[in-house]
Structures are given as C-alpha cells and as structure tokens.
C-alpha cells in the first residue's frame, strides 16, 4: 500500500477529476503568509519606529552635547518612546536636544496612536481603500467596533485625539506661562507634555527626578496633565460612546465592564494610597488636606496608566510600590494608549470568579453571559503577564544591586508601559537594560498577541473527549 503523506495529499487534490462532461478541480487551502498577519504587520511596523528612532537619536544633533549617544540608551529611548512607556536612561531635558527632544515626541505621537490608526487615515486621504487584515488589526488595537466602518471609527478617534491634545497644549501654556515669561518655551513644553500625558508616555522635559514635584501646588497644570491622562487610559471610542449615548442601559458590555472596572480600580487606589500616605513625611504628613486628596488622585490615575506624578516614587512606602505596582499591572482600557492586562480582562476576571463563587457555571455580567473563550483568554492574558514579570524580576535581580521591591516596581511599569521608576533605571547595567527593553516590548505586544494570534489559530474542535472531575482545594 502507497504511503500517505502531505506531498501525496497535495497531488490528489490539485488532480483534476472527471464529473460527466465537466472537469472539477479541488485547491487547497492557503492561509496568508505569516508576514501579512495582523500581528506580525504591528510587530514589523514598531520595529521600523524603533530602528528608525534609534538612528536619529545616535545622531549628535539629537544630543545637547552635539556628541554620538550610545547604541543600547539610544535604542531603549526609542522603545520607550515608541511604545509610550516613559522610563529614561538619561534625563530628557538635559540630555538630549531640541531636535532629540522632536524625534522622542515623534515617536511617541505616532506609537501612541497606534501605526495602523495613523496607516488608515493615510490610506483614507489618498482615496485607497483599507484592506482586511488592516481592518482585523484596527479592531483589536481599538478594543472593538463594525469591521465594515472601523476605518471611519479609527479617523473619528484620530481628528478627536488631536483636538484633545490641542486644547490641553492651550490650557497648558497658561499654566507654564505663569512660571516662564519665555513664550517660546512655554509653548514647547506645553505641545511636548500634553501629547505625552494623552498618550500616557510619562516623558517631561521640567528638568530634575521628580516628574512634575516642582508643579504640586499648581492644579491648573496638574489637573490638566490628569485629565489628558485619564481620556487617553480610558479610549477614545469609550468616551465618544457614553458622550453619544449618554445613557448606562444601552451601553454595549465591553464599555460597561471598562467602566466598572476603571471605578472598582481607581477607588482601591485612592483609598488605599490615601491611608498608607497619609503619615508619611516625605509625601503627604504636614500639608493642607486638600493637597493630600489632589496628590492622592494624581497619584492613583497618572501612576497607572501615564506614569506622571507630583511625589517622587523613591518618597514612597513599600507597600505603596507593591499596590502601585497591582494598579500598573492592570493599566488601561484596550484600544487605549495603555499597556498592562486591561481594564477589560480584569473585568472579564472579576465577574468570572465572583460567579464562580455564587455557583454559577457561567460567567455573567450586566445579564449579559460572557462567552468561555474570551474568559479562557483572559485568564491566559494574565498567566503569561505574571509569568514574565516574574522571569524580568528574577533577572534583573540577579544582574542589579537594588531592594527587590525597587526592582520588581521598575519591571512592572516597563511591562505596564507606565514608566514610574524609584531611581533603578538610570542605573541599570547593559543587561538590566536590554531586560527592560524586551519587558517593554513584551508588555505591548503579549496581549496583542494572544488577542489576534490565538484568535487566528483556534479551530472548532472534531470530537471532545470524556469529561473527568479533578481534585480543588
């Protein structure tokens, strides 16, 4: 008998066959390159930023020295900048130039919006139309929506974003103006921080350790930045959702759950924050209450998502890291600026066990049942999340001689793309570097990953096999 195989299968089914008088030809199926998938089209398309990012920062006009920057801080500027995280090698407005200073926000405009957003507007403008797998990629990147109209959608979030980003620029400059009689500066530093805090990249060019420490006392300016933050953590199409809709019944579940889950978050931290704080002499002891609930709220929007604070991390208590580090690990809402496991699988989880507690055998939320295989996904999210944080945090450990808390801090918010740090990064070996860098880009893209490839690959099962109860607890 002749060996079955592939090559065998592959002859018979290109094999013309006789039916009657007409010829009948059966064509394997052919899936798309690997190249051309969603996913890997992002990948190529950050890899491009960050190589070209690289290059220009090396340059010795990016430099304030006018001297070539070093290959590993000139590319982990670039990955920060690229996928809007905020952690620095060097200080942002002492280091590098105007020009770097330009290239740096560049980068973080365009990875903030999301290549395949900016892609789409262009395609739009030149009068092509988007294909598919752009369509496929803007609606994962989005956190859902019409694949028919997601291109319209993504050019409504675009032209909303920039006038966002414009009004905050405006409010800005008064408040910088009122500390700088340099018009010109004030309005640098005013375009550079409000597209920084929208796209939650945690860059500021004020100079010194403490972010923004020196404009505690200034709530036009902070509560701006805030704000900025907290539209680009939550979505735009989330926003324009509940503007439009202006009603909670009917909201689509994917809004509900971000909502309910940014409320449930941001209220465990502000409290919790607020009561480990609040005798500590080097953040909150001995100022008016009031600045401790505006230093509290800045504290728990901008520390996980934007990465802007008016307190210095290395002020902090310990376990103060370790709940910043819970609220940075969740991050954002999906087809946000944001990084972490998102506001909607910690959601998806939240709902999962609280029906697992009530002994219910389905996940339901807002009468609504949540399908398994996204509940599977969302667990699978989460499992690879902590599996890596902790691999990045034993490495780093090894490699760097800092308190494990600082160190597992610095590893969560390069995986959240927040960009707090307690002073470790700076620091950091060429080692500690390049981990930080692959914690980076493994904390923008394993979400995705597991969100448009495994999507790609799953196939509706044959056959299941007997069911068999196992021991819990």
Request: charged share 15%.
């Amino acid at each position: 008998m002749e060996k079955f195989t592939s090559t065998r299968f592959e002859k018979i089914v290109r094999h013309p066959i006789r039916a009657g008088s007409k010829r009948l030809t059966v064509n394997p199926i052919r899936t798309a390159p690997r190249w051309k998938t969603p996913l890997w089209g992002l990948i190529l398309a950050f890899s491009a930023g960050i190589g070209i990012g690289t290059i220009l920062l090396m340059l010795p006009i990016s430099s304030a020295s006018s001297q070539s920057s070093n290959f590993i801080d000139a590319l982990f500027t670039a990955t920060s900048a690229t996928l809007v995280t905020g952690l620095i090698v060097q200080d942002t407005s002492l280091y590098w130039s105007f020009f770097g200073q330009a290239v740096i926000l560049t980068l973080i405009q365009i990875g903030g919006l999301g290549y395949m957003t900016g892609l789409v507007f262009i395609v739009m403008a030149a009068g092509r139309r988007v294909s598919l797998n752009q369509r496929k990629a803007l609606r994962i990147i989005m956190g859902g929506g019409m694949l028919g109209k997601i291109d319209l959608e993504a050019k409504n979030i675009l032209l909303v974003s920039i006038a966002i980003q414009v009004l905050g620029i405006i409010l800005l400059l008064f408040a910088f103006s009122m500390n700088n009689p340099d018009l010109k500066e004030s309005l640098w530093q005013s375009v550079f921080h409000s597209i920084s805090a929208f796209q939650n990249a945690g860059f500021d060019i004020t100079g010194g350790s403490g972010s923004f420490t020196e404009f505690r006392s200034n709530p036009l300016m902070m509560m701006t930045i805030t704000i900025l933050s907290f539209l680009g953590g939550t979505g735009i199409n989330v926003i324009i959702a509940i503007i439009l809709i202006r009603r909670w019944q009917p909201l689509n579940l994917d809004i509900k759950l971000i909502v309910v889950g940014f409320v449930i978050v941001a209220s465990t931290g502000f409290l919790c924050i607020l009561m480990a704080e609040w005798n500590n002499p080097l953040t909150l002891k001995g100022v008016s209450l009031s600045q401790k609930l505006l230093d509290t709220f800045y504290l728990s929007i901008g520390a996980r998502t934007s990465g802007i604070t008016s307190i210095p991390m290395s002020n902090l208590k310990d376990y103060s890291l370790f709940l910043l580090s819970g609220l940075m690990f969740i991050g954002g809402a999906a087809g946000s600026m944001t990084g972490g496991i998102k506001l909607g699988v910690f959601s998806i989880i939240y709902f999962s066990i609280w029906s697992s507690l009530k002994g219910g055998s389905r996940t339901l939320a807002f009468k609504r049942e949540i399908p398994d295989i996204q509940v599977r996904r969302s667990f699978a999210v989460v499992a690879v999340s902590v599996l890596y944080i902790i691999v990045a945090t034993s490495l780093l450990s090894f490699f760097e001689k800092a308190p494990f808390i600082d160190i597992l801090f610095e590893t969560v918010s390069a995986f959240g793309l927040v960009g707090l740090s307690t002073g470790v990064t700076p620091d950091l070996s060429i080692m500690g570097k390049i981990i930080t860098i692959l914690s980076m880009v493994m904390g923008r893209l394993a979400p995705v990953y597991i969100a448009l490839e495994l999507v790609r690959r799953e196939n509706a099962p044959l056959y299941r096999f007997p069911q068999e109860d196992v021991r819990i607890g």
